[in-house]
DNA sequence: TTGTAAGCGTTATCAT
DNA sequence: ATGATAACGCTTACAA
């Protein structure tokens, strides 16, 4: 049973040292300049009294308490984790820490979590809005925090954006399906309520109408980004096939759950369906077969986004906003056309 | 071009109220009795102002930020991806935030991380350990946060534990293959470096020998957990095959991956070999066949981790260790065993 | 280079 | 029930 002793703080730092406070301050920030002789005398102190400077009172002085946080709709979803996985080794690297937060595509969470952001006084934030009908920006505008909207995005604001080309996305899901003979093709998009499944949708549908296949409206399906929504899709794509020879999902975990089920129902991929996924996640690895699909630069987005918001906070140059570009992954489940 | 007026303070708004700070303070935090009249003007105070308490400040003084992190190896593990999302849900639930961290399976940050979190002043803090030979609970004895440790925990520690019973998860997997009829039976484990691994192993193991079918020694295999890993394994497995009619990976990622180098390989499961894995997260149900599997009650781990904190900051009580218990859940990877 | 002292925006401790 | 005032532990002018 060892006593506890109470956790030094500044001042017995300084006493023990026999300096003020301001040089011991000094000596851990290093902004500025002291003595060599001074800073030994701080060291041993702080080390004798294994001493750790309080991140708080820290940060309630200086307005900085070194984090950034990030808000995405669904800590659960492929994207998303992959997402956080990339912007926690970029904040890391750079000396910050990461406050997480699922806003559970729940808009009224979302801007309670925001405001919550705000009070913390993070230097700045990243989060992928929950829909369309968001006003979470709103609160955003007036708060002096650089803020980083990403992936889903509203144009209609003057918050910073990083966002795929969607539309482009759609076109070479397109053009991939086309180059390999199909005519006849589907398109399991996500959400409406989320802009960037109409753009997709848009890209994808307008290739094909240009090359002379526009897409028969009865082929276009709609789920929620879930595995269990392309599951429960499989049914009405059955009732397209065999007309219909390409499948085009928005996400390779719905794309998955299409898998799944054309497999239970004694349909071969890609012999008799093509089936596409978008994102490029381990999942696209996983399954059987392995799935065709348009990459995201998850790691680059990532990493764009973390600087954008040092580079805000450093009042060095301010990005309005930037454009990704996707990219063609061929794998197994996409397939040329056979006749018959 | 719209004035960023000064945020309001929580001086502006007794000023404007007409009373004392502390009746401000009192209003919002609702702990003392206030005058109903004197409340409703603060309230309107308040709201004209657009006044946010701010939450550093107030950390800094009652010590408590209303945060608790939450620390894992590897945030891409889907495991712990479920953790994370389990693990948010309840603490937001309580009012509080989370901060998460990855180590990244190193010690060394391992160690830098938990000393953060502890000068952040975090109400608590869940972690899984990097691996056995942490010495990161040492810095947190001394501490007076409540800390969880989860999943992969060391025994010699006066920390607050909660882990499956490993053990039985092993003890799980061997009855299931021999109630099939196998008898020729290998294992993927993960590193024997975390113990849990050498737990898992042993369960089964020892499940089989009293059972009268001894593992060979030469079937046991390793990995990382990772779907890699798994993937690399098939090799090694193939060797074994088709002497070994069955094989357990101690996690669905690396289950995965060998279902997949095993379907490249030309070999049917569960028709020639029978695999099972571990976890029961999506990724089990996601692959064809779908996995049998050990299931861990995830969130139901996460809950307790959450109460257990809050449990011990109220003074409740204080749990020691929990014991979780692991559950079958047969799918579509294991079958009878067939003869020829 | 170093020290003094004034905050940062709350909550907690006393009085009243 | 309310108010004045002292912390909380640090950073940062401003002096010396």
């Known amino acids: 049973m060892e006593a506890r002793r109470k956790v ?4 017995d730092v300084a006493k023990r040292a026999g300096v003020s406070i301001s040089t011991v301050s000094r000596v851990i920030s290093k902004k500025i300049p002291v003595d060599a002789k001074t ?32 808000l995405v709709p669904r800590i659960s979803d492929p994207f998303f984790t992959a997402l956080i996985d990339h912007v926690d080794r970029c904040v890391i690297s750079h000396g910050y820490n990461l406050l997480l937060f699922n806003t559970h595509s729940d808009p009224v969470f979302e801007e309670q979590v925001l405001d919550n952001l705000v009070r913390r006084h993070v230097d700045g934030i990243i989060f992928s809005l929950v829909s369309d009908e968001s006003r979470a920006m709103e609160l955003l505008t007036e708060v002096d925090v650089p803020v980083v909207m990403l992936d889903r995005v509203r144009e209609d604001t003057k918050l910073m954006q990083l966002v795929l080309d969607n539309r482009k996305a759609g076109e070479i899901a397109a053009e ?20 960037l499944c109409v753009e997709r949708q848009l890209g994808f549908s307008e290739t094909l109408k240009r090359a002379g296949h526009p897409m028969d409206g009865r082929h276009a399906f709609n789920g929620d980004f879930s595995f269990e929504s392309g599951l429960a899709a499989t049914e009405r794509v059955l ?13 390779d975990l719905m794309a998955a759950g299409l898998l799944k089920g054309l497999g239970r129902a004694g349909v ?12 490029d996640l381990l999942v696209a ?17 990532a990493r764009r986004a973390v600087e954008m918001i040092l580079k805000t906070k450093d009042k060095m140059t301010i990005t309005r906003k930037v454009l990704l570009k996707p990219r063609l992954v061929v794998r197994e489940s996409t397939a040329k056309i056979r006749k018959g």
Chains 1, 2 share one sequence.
């Open 39 to 70: 800073q030994e005398k701080v060291r041993d102190a702080i080390d004798e009294l294994e001493y750790r400077p309080d991140l708080i009172a820290s940060g309630l002085r200086s307005k900085s308490g070194k984090s950034i946080g990030l």
């Open 285 to 301: 690895e996983i399954v059987s077969p392995s799935l065709s699909t348009v990459a995201q630069p998850v790691a680059e987005m």
């Open 268 to 279: 071969k991929v890609p012999e008799q369906v093509s089936i596409m996924g978008m994102d």
């Open 176 to 195: 991939h399906f086309l180059s390999l003979g199909h005519t006849s093709i589907a398109c399991l998009a996500g959400p409406p309520k989320i802009r």
């Open 239 to 251: 009732r397209a096939v065999p007309a219909v020879t390409a499948v085009w999902a928005q996400n």
């Open 8 to 11: 030094a703080s500044i001042r």
